[in-house]
């Protein structure tokens, strides 16, 4: 198969099953790992695939933001594990940020019968959440997302830059071996870089959807975080894969 034919095969893989693996393409067309591995960088290049750990998907694998109401129910029960999980790390007399996002929600859950904590966060629902709490709450400011609930832009990113916390509850919309953790928008990218410069130790929360996904601007690399906590859902060789990068925690595990 000559070179051009190879990548317009390969371009219809990742169109008709979503992706591919490079070792199963390089045995089934009898060519080197490397070689499949430098026509699916050119392929990514224009703009026809997205490379992934091992192989790529589709573009259209690409993960959009996703109304509240419109997640909130999905994966509840993991998210609660997740949450429980969070919730054990955090020490007396801490200030923490929670991100925006349903998972970091279940986590104010169970923070509001507190009333050592110091609080950061910059979504409309959590603050909501907070409100008969004994905390002491902090809301960031800034525009609202509409449909979302988060608060971003200038003023968001003021507050952020003037504050420090101890621990730092990141709500990952998309996890990727090599890209780590990415947003769907730039402006939310930013927001969670803020949030991480600001505090001591981040610990990304993630229920197992959103492994080996990618959004549109990155956040940051995994090595830079204290670690992933997850629900058992998880597949094992995807464990087994990221915890070269950080550490994986699990909620609801003994």
């Known amino acids: 198969m000559l070179p051009l034919e190879?990548?317009?095969w390969l371009e219809e893989q990742v169109t008709l099953n979503k992706k591919v693996d490079i070792e199963e393409i390089s045995k089934m067309l009898n060519v080197s790992a490397m070689t499949i591995r430098r026509d699916l960088t050119e392929?990514?290049?224009?703009?026809k695939v997205i490379r992934t750990h091992g192989g790529a998907i589709s573009v259209e694998s690409l993960t959009e933001e996703v109304p509240f109401y419109s997640k909130k129910s999905k994966n509840s029960t993991e998210k609660k594990?997740?949450?429980l999980r969070a919730?054990?790390?955090i020490k007396e007399n801490s200030t923490i940020i929670l991100d925006s996002g349903t998972t970091t929600l279940e986590l104010a859950?169970?923070?509001?019968?507190?009333?050592?904590?110091?609080?950061?966060?910059?979504?409309?629902?959590?603050?909501?959440?907070?409100?008969?709490?004994?905390?002491?709450?902090?809301?960031?400011?800034?525009?609202?997302?509409?449909?979302?609930?988060?608060?971003?832009?200038?003023?968001?990113?003021?507050?952020?830059?003037?504050i420090h916390a101890?621990?730092?509850?990141?709500?990952?919309?998309?996890?990727?071996l090599d890209r780590g953790v990415t947003a769907p928008?730039?402006?939310?990218?930013?927001?969670?870089?803020?949030?991480?410069?600001?505090?001591?130790?981040?610990?990304?929360?993630?229920?197992?959807s959103k492994f080996n996904v990618?959004?549109?601007?990155?956040?940051?690399?995994?090595?830079?975080?204290?670690?992933?906590?997850?629900?058992?859902?998880?597949?094992?060789s995807v464990v087994k894969e990221y915890s070269t990068k950080t550490q994986i925690l699990f909620g609801g595990q003994d």
């Open 6 to 8: 190879r990548k317009k």
């Open 43 to 47: 392929l990514e290049k224009k703009g």
């Open 81 to 83: 594990a997740v949450a």
């Open 87 to 89: 919730f054990s790390l």
């Open 109 to 162: 859950k169970l923070l509001k019968n507190r009333e050592d904590l110091t609080i950061v966060t910059n979504d409309i629902s959590i603050a909501n959440e907070l409100l008969d709490s004994s905390n002491k709450v902090i809301i960031t400011g800034g525009e609202l997302q509409q449909g979302v609930g988060a608060l971003y832009g200038s003023a968001t990113q003021q507050m952020l830059q003037i």
């Open 166 to 176: 101890d621990i730092f509850f990141l709500g990952a919309h998309a996890i990727d």
């Open 185 to 208: 928008t730039f402006e939310k990218s930013l927001i969670k870089q803020l949030m991480i410069k600001a505090s001591e130790v981040t610990w990304i929360l993630a229920d197992h």
């Open 214 to 236: 990618k959004a549109f601007s990155n956040v940051c690399d995994l090595t830079t975080v204290e670690g992933i906590i997850t629900d058992t859902k998880v597949e094992p």
